[in-house]
């Protein structure tokens, strides 16, 4: 073993140690599959799925194996493989002896056999491999396998466990995940992880009725195991078209924006916008998770009836020229301060500009209307968000290897008019008011963002 992850714990709870238990103490996901099809169906494509098979990852642990001389192997792995960790068949990093269930990340019989933890963060689990299998029922019967309730699972400590991370050896918190939905309305309002995961409310609970096993009874709300967040990216990678489906329509409830422009406004003037961003749906940091990595940004852009450019923020890979946007995430620094993406090697953090939940941020641009601006002039804002900026991808796999999509997640616009003309003779449809026009073009916008999320810029 490296080093002690868990340095400190003094509970009587002591989590499972590596190498407690044999692979084949654990039982596989296709065994589960007969009876409980549909669950299966939902986290078969996940993050969880594939959270040791997950190529982001396996590029990022041999990264980071390397820098530290392989001092994280067992500390990533608990996370991203635990049966392989528990099962003392991880280190070696290069997987050689990972039995085939290890591979299966965070699966059925991994969760459903955990019996209780020593608290949350840097995977304080306690595993009971074995017949019982607890959930969140207190009457269930199988005919395969015993079952009891335990409160753990219906919390948000479960997930806990793992969105929690921090630096094994100087304690810098690196996914607040946990920590934060605590200290928020969510957190202090008791709506869980679970609420928004595992129900089809994604922003608040909402009971999704039916059968947990093929025999079973029926029950109010059965949960859904297709934990999707904002990684649209490598579900696209892995051909998980479901779960890619549902990152993208999660990324487009998560926040809202309003834009504030002036009605009118002369040529050669100087034209204030102010952009309100809120996080209204997650009930974390947005974004959250290894929030160094993904990108969540504005782009503002502003053109004339004529299509001429007026204003446009730094799109990605920023063409020199344009305005800088301001980038929402976090940028952690190394020992020498120097920024960095490897979180393993970091020890500060340089700056944290993500939405914190229910927190609204504005951001103001200020442009020059041109002497030749054709009115009306439309000013479109979108939030966009990348699981990964391309350079670190193009640096992990060889340049152009892999696209990261970029996400409209939600887009606010607005027209501003000739002072000289009243406005409602400026509508192109003749009949068609002013704050009509605005509505029709939010409505077009909208349906373009829903007829193609990805489009790119
Ligand atoms: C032979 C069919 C069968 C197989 C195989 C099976 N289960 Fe079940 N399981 C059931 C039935 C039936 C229930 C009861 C469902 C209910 O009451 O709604 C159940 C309930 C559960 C519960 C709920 C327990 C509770 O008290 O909340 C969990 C968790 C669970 N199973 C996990 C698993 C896991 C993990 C596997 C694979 C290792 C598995 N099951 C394999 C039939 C099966
Ligand atoms: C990340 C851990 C995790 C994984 C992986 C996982 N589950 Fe669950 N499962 C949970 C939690 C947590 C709940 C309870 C959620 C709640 O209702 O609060 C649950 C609930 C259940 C239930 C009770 C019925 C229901 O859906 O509410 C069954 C049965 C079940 N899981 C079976 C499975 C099977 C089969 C798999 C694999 C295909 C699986 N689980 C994978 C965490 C997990
Ligand atoms: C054993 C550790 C573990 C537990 C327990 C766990 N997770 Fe995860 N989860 C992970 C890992 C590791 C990943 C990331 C895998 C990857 O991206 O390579 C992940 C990914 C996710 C994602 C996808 C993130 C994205 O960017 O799309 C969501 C959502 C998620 N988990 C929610 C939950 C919820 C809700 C619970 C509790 C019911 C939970 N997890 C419990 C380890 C865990
Ligand atoms: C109020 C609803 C809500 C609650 C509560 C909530 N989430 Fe989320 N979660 C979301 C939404 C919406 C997104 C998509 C936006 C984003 O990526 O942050 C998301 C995204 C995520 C992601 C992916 C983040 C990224 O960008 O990589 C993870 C991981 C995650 N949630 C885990 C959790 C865990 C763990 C908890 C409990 C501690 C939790 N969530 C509680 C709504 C919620
Ligand atoms: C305590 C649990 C835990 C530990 C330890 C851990 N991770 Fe993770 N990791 C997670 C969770 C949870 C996520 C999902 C967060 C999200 O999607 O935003 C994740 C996501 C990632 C991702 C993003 C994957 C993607 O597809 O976007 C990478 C890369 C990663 N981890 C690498 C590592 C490396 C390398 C280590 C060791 C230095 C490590 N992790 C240690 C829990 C952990």
Redesign the pocket.
């Known amino acids: 073993m490296a080093f002690s992850l868990l340095a400190g714990c003094t509970s009587a709870a002591e989590p499972t140690p590596a190498g407690e238990y044999s692979s084949s103490e654990f039982t596989a996901a296709s065994k589960c599959q007969q009876c409980h099809a549909i669950i299966h169906y939902q986290w078969e494509g996940t993050?969880h799925a594939n959270a040791y098979a997950d190529p982001l990852y396996q590029r990022e642990f041999h990264a980071a194996g390397k820098d530290t001389e392989g001092l994280v192997d067992e500390f990533c792995s608990r996370c991203h493989t635990p049966i392989g960790v528990l099962a003392g068949e991880i280190p070696p990093a290069d997987g050689s002896q990972l039995s085939e269930i290890a591979h299966e990340g965070v699966q059925c019989d991994f969760c459903h056999t955990v019996s209780g933890s020593n608290g949350t963060g840097n995977a304080p689990f306690i595993a009971s491999p074995g017949n019982m299998k607890w959930g969140p029922f207190n009457d269930s019967k199988s005919a395969y396998h015993a079952s009891e309730y335990l409160e753990l699972h219906t919390q948000?400590e479960f997930?806990?466990m793992?969105?929690?991370v921090s630096h094994p050896v100087n304690g810098l918190v690196i996914?607040d995940?946990?920590s934060?939905?605590?200290e928020?309305y969510?957190?202090q309002n008791g709506?869980?992880?679970?609420?928004?995961?595992m129900s089809p409310?994604?922003?608040?609970f909402k009971a999704n009725p039916g059968r947990s096993a093929s025999s079973s009874v029926k029950r109010e709300h059965i949960s859904l195991h297709g934990?999707?967040?904002?990684?649209a990216f490598v579900t696209g990678m892995l051909g998980a078209e479901k779960q890619r489906k549902l990152?993208i329509e999660?990324?487009q409830?998560?926040?809202t924006l309003s834009l504030d422009a002036p009605l009118t406004a002369n040529k050669g003037n100087n034209v204030t916008i102010e952009v309100a961003i809120t996080?209204s749906?997650?009930?974390?940091?947005?974004?959250?998770?290894?929030?160094e990595i993904?990108q969540?940004w504005l782009q503002v852009e502003v053109t004339d009836s004529k299509g001429q450019n007026i204003y446009s923020t730094a799109k990605v890979g920023s063409s020199p020229g344009m305005e800088p946007g301001m980038m929402y995430n976090t940028v952690l620094g190394d020992g020498a301060g120097n920024e960095t993406l490897s979180f393993w090697l970091a020890d500060r953090v340089i700056a944290d500009n993500r939405i914190a939940?229910r927190e609204t941020v504005i951001e103001e641009h200020t442009f020059t209307l041109p002497e030749n601006t054709a009115y009306p002039v439309t000013v479109l804002a979108t939030l966009k968000?990348m699981?990964a900026p391309q350079g670190l991808v193009d640096h992990l796999f060889g340049e152009g290897v892999h696209e990261v999509p970029v996400i409209s997640?939600v887009q606010a616009s607005g027209s501003i008019y000739d002072p000289d003309r009243p406005v409602e003779a400026q509508a192109e449809t003749p009949g068609f008011t002013a704050p009509m026009a605005a509505v029709a073009l939010i409505a077009l916008t909208l349906l373009l963002t829903l007829l193609n999320p990805e489009k790119k810029q």
């Open positions: 993050m948000s997930c806990g793992c969105h929690q996914d995940t946990y934060t939905w605590k928020s969510y957190g709506v869980t992880c679970q609420d928004c995961h409310g994604i922003t608040e934990t999707v967040g904002g990684n990152a999660r990324l409830k998560a926040a996080n749906g997650a009930g974390h940091m947005l974004p959250t998770g290894v929030s993904r969540l939940p968000y699981s997640m």
